[in-house]
């Protein structure tokens, strides 16, 4: 597994530096400025890295494999920019969010001239272009519509797990699934392929956002490089909150009145400690690993072994 960290320590080198290649403008600096410093900024390269497995896995040409690597980290770097305005983050990756750095009518420039890179990057690609297109831009909406979901569900204490889930799965789930099939698009895969793809990506993509729902409790912000405990302080409906509302609602609601803001989010730990709500939350995020892991096996004459190794260091990891 340290061989293989080391390896994917390397893709996400290798992102980076085609990241820093692409041409921003000098002028106008409103617009480029906080776009340089976005998508500079660093960050984990998740998606492009599991855009770079699954092209590997089926023998992709590298330039092809780059740009739409690179276009699926755009997309994910445009949305990080519009959600951190939309729920009040101010670090993101060890730095200070956009909307904070500049202002929010900055930021959401920023963030347009982000997506509008990613679908040039995009269209460089002359292979099954128009399907390319047609399936990002179907995963952007997809992302829009889990963030309207999100939006419309803080504070709302009717919202179940089974809308949480499906909130996920188009938030977050979307832009895995599109990680994994786009490469497989690009090289003429069938429709079973694709959707295979995609749903090993989406169940991997799951699991990501209820282990991240995990890590803003029992992380800490150095080591995340994020603000933590916001999504509680906007009223998030993670799937913590949701166990904890439907089976102690009346603890739950005392806990939250009766803390200062101060102790809150020491006391919503405790609390998630001591109802085993915490080891709950794990074995639902393990069930998304495994999921995906099964998709894989459903690949005949494919070399998943690269895909497997990846899902391990998703699911282990603490930041």
Not at 199 to 212: A, E, P, S, T
Not at 213 to 241: C, N, P, R
Not at 274 to 303: V, W
């Amino acid at each position: 597994m340290e061989d293989f960290a080391s390896f994917i320590d390397s893709i996400r080198l290798n992102v980076n530096k085609y990241l820093k290649k692409i041409s921003i403008p000098d002028t106008p600096r409103y617009l480029y400025d906080p776009i340089r410093y976005s998508i500079r900024n660093g960050g984990k390269r998740f998606r492009p890295i599991l855009t770079h497995l699954s092209g590997r896995a089926n023998n992709i040409d590298s330039d092809a494999l780059m740009n739409l690597s690179i276009a699926v980290e755009l997309l994910h770097n445009f949305t990080l920019v519009h959600d951190d305005i939309m729920d009040n983050d101010t670090i993101r990756h060890g730095k200070q969010t956009i909307h904070e750095k500049w202002d929010s009518s900055t930021a959401i420039l920023a963030g347009d001239g982000i997506y509008t890179i990613a679908q040039i990057i995009l269209n460089e690609i002359s292979s099954n272009s128009v399907l390319l297109s047609k399936y990002f831009n179907k995963t952007t909406l997809e992302i829009c519509e889990g963030q309207a979901l999100d939006k419309e569900f803080e504070n709302d204490h009717d919202i179940d797990r089974k809308m949480y889930f499906d909130m996920i799965n188009k938030k977050t789930g979307s832009l895995l699934g599109a990680s994994a099939a786009l490469p497989i698009i690009y090289n003429d895969g069938s429709e079973e392929q694709v959707y295979i793809y995609e749903q090993f990506g989406r169940n991997l993509g799951m699991g990501f956002q209820i282990h991240d729902d995990l890590l803003e409790i029992t992380a800490d912000t150095e080591t995340m490089g994020k603000s933590l405990g916001s999504d509680i302080y906007e009223g998030k409906q993670t799937i913590m909150v949701i166990l904890a509302r439907e089976s102690y609602p009346d603890q739950w609601r005392d806990l939250l009145n009766l803390s200062e803001n101060n102790e809150l989010i020491k006391n919503i730990y405790n609390f998630f400690e001591e109802k085993n709500i915490i080891q709950e939350t794990r074995s639902i995020s393990d069930a998304y690993f495994k999921a995906s892991l099964n998709f894989l096996k459903k690949l005949d004459g494919i070399n998943t072994e690269e895909l497997v190794q990846l899902v391990h260091l998703i699911e282990k990891r603490t930041f």
